[in-house]
């Protein structure tokens, strides 16, 4: 897979990913109270936002590591520290994405731990 295409099939999956986990979290906020909710509805929900969260995470590191390495010329030089930590702090797309990840990985916990139930 040329770095063009890793670049290109990660995005997508995190965008697509990142819109499932709004879709279900905003359909979770809007559908009627728990009580009311069906169980055939609430478990597969809870599933749904954790798979599509853990999801986004992991095509946010593909995404990261296929940008490295397009960066710098060649995959390989993606796992090298020092051209990670230059992308990561020394620009803008490494900043945001940095922010992206942490509110990523804070819906993850709270996914895991149940403050986000359904």
Not at 3 to 12: D, H, K, N
Not at 99 to 106: E, K
Request: with cysteine; aromatic share 12%; proline share 3%.
């Amino acid at each position: 897979m040329t770095l063009e295409a890793g670049l290109v099939v990660s995005r997508f999956v995190h965008f697509t990913c990142a819109i499932i986990l709004f879709g279900s979290a905003f359909f979770a906020v809007c559908s009627p109270p728990s009580d009311n909710r069906s169980e055939r509805l609430t478990r597969p929900l809870a599933a749904v936002l954790l798979a599509a969260a853990l999801c986004a995470v992991l095509s946010g590191l593909a995404w990261f590591l296929f940008t490295v390495g397009n960066m710098s010329g060649t995959l390989a030089d993606a796992f090298d520290g020092e051209a990670l930590w230059t992308v990561l702090w020394d620009t803008g797309f490494g900043r945001v994405w940095a922010a992206r990840v942490a509110v990523m990985l804070l819906i993850v916990g709270m996914i895991w731990l149940g403050i986000a139930s359904c």
